[in-house]
């Protein structure tokens, strides 16, 4: 499905459940850099396929949407 110039990587396979940074970056709305920073520092859990390949796992993209959500006080 194309929304809008960009791709939904979930309504393209929706029994996938690794995503490569670019999926991730379009999946969480995130630059690519943005995503590896956030590997590196630990904040996402990531699974390493061959020696140079990140691949995000959707329930702990999902995990960290829920954790970074916050909601505006007055």
């Given at each position: 499905?194309?929304?809008?110039?960009?791709?939904?990587?979930?309504?393209?396979?929706?029994?996938?459940?690794?995503?490569?940074?670019?999926?991730?970056?379009?999946?969480?709305?995130?630059?690519?850099?943005?995503?590896?920073k956030k590997v590196w520092n630990?904040?996402?859990?990531?699974?390493?396929?061959g020696q140079r390949r990140?691949?995000?796992?959707?329930?702990?993209?999902?995990?960290?949407?829920?954790?970074?959500?916050?909601?505006?006080?007055?």
């Open positions: 499905m194309k929304v809008e110039g960009i791709i939904n990587p979930v309504s393209q396979r929706p029994n996938k459940r690794l995503y490569s940074l670019k999926e991730a970056s379009q999946y969480l709305g995130l630059g690519i850099w943005s995503i590896r630990g904040e996402i859990p990531y699974v390493k396929a990140i691949l995000l796992d959707i329930k702990d993209m999902d995990s960290w949407i829920e954790k970074n959500k916050t909601q505006f006080t007055y």
